[in-house]
């Protein structure tokens, strides 16, 4: 029986990999259909937003999720919470979004999968 542990433990992996810009370990964990909605309202697939990762359109420094909430029904996990997200700018900077969010996690073929994510920015 999966835990809000196990499904944290896949969340701190998602994130890890996400600012390693690690392709297999995204590949592995964003199920094929995922949908990336970010604050700014603009969405992405899973191989849109693997690239802009790659790419460093997005380049994660740090995302830290203070708050987690997380809830399991069968295959299905929602994650909702606060986050923070340390981005690269192309000046060198950096530039922290202050965020709410919720992310869904499926359990398909044995295997949990990211599938959603809609965030939304805290007003400074």
Known sequence: MTTAADIRALEDRRC?????????????????????THSNAIVDSKQSYIDGIVAKKWDYKAIEMPVQDIRISGDAALVTGQVR??????????RTINGRFLNVWLKRAGKWQFCAWQSTSIPA
């Open 16 to 36: 890890k990999a996400m600012v390693a810009k690690d392709v297999a370990t995204m590949n592995e964990l964003f199920a094929d259909d995922l949908v990336y």
């Open 85 to 94: 997200i340390t981005l690269g700018n192309p000046d060198g900077g950096t």
